[in-house]
């Protein structure tokens, strides 16, 4: 046991502050070259679909088909927000709308063999990009980063859900 107790709380409680605001720093450079890279990739697969498109998609082609309600919940957004992009993508021809099994009054989004075509080539060659990214770490470092980015992305939303 240390002599002075009290020393042992304040390194910790300082190398917690510095591996927040490590973290707070990393995050915001995340989002940043995040976005620089999506731009600044030439292929046109990239480009088949915006980011609010290739959200809602990835999402009914994991769950199934969704009221906008449950949409709006899962992807932390305003209904008016889902129901425009929901608009655009029915538009498109990425999505339909069929009445809601549940209450006729309302509908549910599905994914067309369009929408999941080009979501698909999105998710491709987004993979590939990390794989060339990453190609030279250890699967294990891969791995462990697929694992805390989506414990952050599941705290991101609980966080979110509680306010």
């Known amino acids: 046991m240390s002599e002075h107790p009290h020393r ?9 502050e510095a591996a ?3 973290i707070e720093t990393e995050v915001a450079l995340l989002m940043r070259f995040g976005e620089a890279t999506r731009r600044a990739t030439g292929t046109a697969e990239h480009r088949v679909l915006d980011r609010a498109a290739y959200v809602i998609l990835r999402h009914l082609d994991t769950v199934g088909p969704q009221n906008v309600s449950a949409l709006a919940a899962r992807l932390n957004l305003d209904g008016s927000t889902v ?3 929901v608009s655009a993508l029915q538009r498109d021809g ?25 979501m698909a080539a999105v998710r491709a060659a987004r993979t ?12 294990e470092d891969r791995e462990t980063l697929a694992v805390m980015l ?9 966080r979110n859900r509680t306010r």
Request: a negative charge; aromatic letters at 4%; hydrophobic letters at 30%.
């Open 150 to 158: 989506r414990r952050l992305n599941e705290a991101l939303v609980s």
């Open 8 to 16: 042992d709380t304040d390194r910790d409680t300082d190398a917690d």
């Open 20 to 22: 927040l605001g490590q």
């Open 94 to 118: 990425l999505i339909t709308r069929t009445p809601d099994p549940s209450d006729g009054r309302g509908t549910v989004i599905s994914p067309t063999a369009t929408g999941l075509q080009r």
């Open 83 to 85: 129901t425009r992009q």
């Open 128 to 139: 590939r990009l990390y794989g060339d990214m990453l190609g030279d770490w250890p699967a």
